[in-house]
């Protein structure tokens, strides 16, 4: 009996925790992802050079990262204006940390800008790039939440249904 209620007194602690940071990182990473691979695959299939496509995935990683959250906005009864706002204020710092790291860590990796969509060195390096975005990310995401900033503004709205 002690044991479950140390537990469910455990997981009360959730607002500042590492669930709640994890689940809006990977809210992010999502937008960012669609973004990122679409930029990628768009710039390369048009025979763009490295920066332009790195500058289109990184345009429409933030496109989509704020579209998502914008989009659970309306969702809980938001008018657009308060969407707009409520996406700028949970995820401008997310996407910035993310695409940071992200992009670093493929212009890091040998040959990566230079593959092709066909080439399993374009999607491994996207995807282990996403990976360290992510693990990066998640603290960053859990100090703000744990000061009532980024996503906590949008966890606020779950209570006003």
């Known amino acids: 009996m002690t044991r479950h209620m140390d537990h469910s007194a455990h997981t009360s602690r959730v607002p500042a925790g590492w669930k709640m940071a994890a ?7 999502t ?4 973004g990122e691979i679409l930029g990628m695959v768009i710039g390369t299939a048009l025979g763009w050079h490295n920066a332009p496509t790195m500058i289109l995935a990184i ?3 933030f496109v989509f990262g704020y579209a998502l959250t914008m989009r659970s906005g309306l969702a809980a009864g938001l008018g657009i ?13 997310s996407i910035i940390v993310m695409e940071i790291i992200d992009n670093a860590v493929v212009l890091a990796v040998p040959g990566a800008m230079d593959a092709g969509l066909t080439d399993a060195l374009f999607w491994g390096s996207l ?10 990310t998640t603290p960053v995401n859990k100090w703000m939440i744990g000061r009532g900033k980024g996503h906590a503004v949008m966890h606020s709205l779950h209570g006003h249904h």
Not at 23 to 29: K, Q
Not at 81 to 93: E, K
Not at 127 to 136: E, G, M, T
């Open 31 to 34: 937008g960012c992802a669609i």
């Open 81 to 93: 204006g308060a969407a707009v706002s409520l996406a700028l204020t949970a995820d401008t710092v």
């Open 59 to 61: 345009v429409l990683a």
């Open 127 to 136: 995807i282990f790039a996403l990976a360290v975005a992510f693990v990066v």
């Open 23 to 29: 689940t809006a990182t990977l809210h992010c990473l």
